[in-house]
């Protein structure tokens, strides 16, 4: 059982950048890949950028460099750093945690992008 809590989403214009932060708890020792997701309302959930427990990561086309996923091994943390944000980022950003037999989703955090 792995908890996900995001943290960082909120209002910005465009060209702005925002941290968000996903903190896992529980069985973090068996979770293989850490990512981030984003749906905006009435599209389908995509994949953001994810990040492998031996530290390999991938990154959706979109993402262009403006993108960068971390993680924090010590405190079971993973990172999302987006810089010159597009009012097309607009979405509820949500982490997720794959283990073997489930995937385990945070809440997620509401990313608003004005112009």
């Known amino acids: 059982q792995v908890q996900l809590v995001e943290s960082g989403g909120g209002l910005v214009q465009a060209g702005g950048s925002l941290r968000l932060s996903c903190a896992a708890s529980g069985s973090a020792f068996s979770i293989a890949t850490m990512g981030w997701y984003r749906q905006a309302p009435g599209k389908q959930r995509e994949l953001v950028a994810a990040?492998?427990?031996?530290?390999?990561?991938n990154y959706a086309d979109f993402v262009k460099g403006r993108f960068t996923i971390s993680r924090d091994i010590a405190k079971n943390t993973v990172y999302l750093q987006i810089d010159s944000l597009k009012p097309e980022d607009t979405a509820v950003y949500y982490c997720?945690?794959?283990?073997?037999?489930?995937?385990?989703w945070g809440q997620g955090t509401q990313v608003t992008v004005s112009s």
């Open positions: 997720a945690a794959d283990q073997l037999l489930r995937t385990s």
């Open positions: 990040i492998t427990r031996d530290g390999s990561i």
